[in-house]
Nanobody
Framework: QVQLVESGGGLVQAGGSLRLSCAASGGTFSGYTMSWFRQAPGKEREFVAA????????YYTDSVKGRFTISRDNAQNTVYLQMDSLKPEDTAVYYC??????????????????WGQGTQVTVSS
């Protein structure tokens, strides 16, 4: 099973940018679809973005479309989340996760095999 470690979180002002990284080990990284979820205090963990293993297609939740970009480097076993035009409502702990399920199931957190420990993103107004 793959192990995941996130990095790159921090404190940023509204309108700023951050780049999250998630390094994978212990599995065949290129065979997994990789996703980012986030969880704000008092809220459920929600889907943010995914990038598939087969064709590299990217999917986003509506609230981050046009602001966030997910990408992957299979040679480095790493997935990234570039976050631009950040808003206070983006404040959350961000988690990366791996799965092999079809695209239609990607938003469901129960469909994921492995999770990282999370990295805190705080956006001040």
């Amino acid at each position: 099973q793959v192990q995941l470690v996130e990095s790159g979180g921090g404190l940023v002002q509204a309108g700023g940018s951050l780049r999250l990284s998630c390094a994978a080990s212990g599995g065949t990284f290129s065979g997994y679809t990789m996703s980012w979820f986030r969880q704000a205090p008092g809220k459920e963990r929600e889907f943010v973005a995914a990038i598939t293993s087969s064709d590299g297609n990217a999917y986003y939740t509506d609230s981050v479309k046009g602001r966030f970009t997910i990408s992957r480097d299979n040679a480095q076993n790493t997935v990234y989340l570039q976050m631009d035009s950040l808003k206070p409502e983006d404040t959350a702990v961000y988690y990366c996760a791996s799965t092999r399920v079809p695209r239609t199931l990607l938003v469901h957190r129960t469909q994921y095999d492995a999770w990282g420990q999370g990295t805190q993103v705080t956006v001040s107004s």
